[in-house]
């Protein structure tokens, strides 16, 4: 009877660890009140990640799906070339100076975005800036916290859940461990999210990206 209790204790923590993302509800929240939910958790983000409670964290990542950014991926892309190339380790001070006011400009516009956050730190790094080099590394953390505890990844009802469809590959690392044929099944929620199975063998992971695929 003892280990009976042991191990449904553990498996009840287990779960507790990952919180369920209640997509309609995030949305509701971001559509009716996006001051309280949204861009009061994205100032208290900019400064302290570390004062955003993990549902609060949810509501901010994953409801970022839901707001307009002022700097959305492909903007990213298309400023690739003129910023974010020279940001690789062991860059320069003369480097670093000579974009880092161009580089904070579009991060301050959204620091929710996993790329630029990592960009960031090098810059940083690059110019010393140990203060705002470890902002930076802190906010990363948390996105990737979030992502990390957002489902155990191994039914329909604990996804993994991302809202970015290169997110959803790199889940594929997971199953590729595996032998066999890979396979993907995807399947439209109610919520309009996209629901994906990979799998290699007997491997398997389920992904959920979060509002659908953005075009």
Known sequence: MKNLSKLLLVLFSFNFCF?????????????????????EYL?????????????QLNQLYYGSRFIKTEYALVNYNNDYEKIWKFAKKGMSKGKAQKIVSFAEEKYLKNPLEKEILLN????????????KKEICDAQYKAIINTIENSGTGLSEDSPVCVIRAGDMISMLKRVMVGFG???????????????????????????????????
Request: charged fraction near 30%; glycine fraction near 4%.
């Open 19 to 39: 919180s369920q993302i209640n997509v309609e509800q995030i949305k509701k929240n971001v559509a009716d009140n996006p001051q309280e939910y949204y861009y």
């Open 43 to 55: 100032e208290i983000f900019k400064k302290s990640p570390e004062k955003l409670s993990q549902e």
């Open 181 to 215: 044929d890979f396979k993907q099944k995807d399947k439209e929620l109610p919520d309009g999210s996209l629901l994906t199975e990979y799998s290699v063998g007997e491997n398997k992971i389920f992904v959920k990206l979060v509002g659908g695929i953005q075009f």
């Open 120 to 131: 960031m730190t090098v810059i940083y790094s690059a110019l010393d800036e140990t203060m």
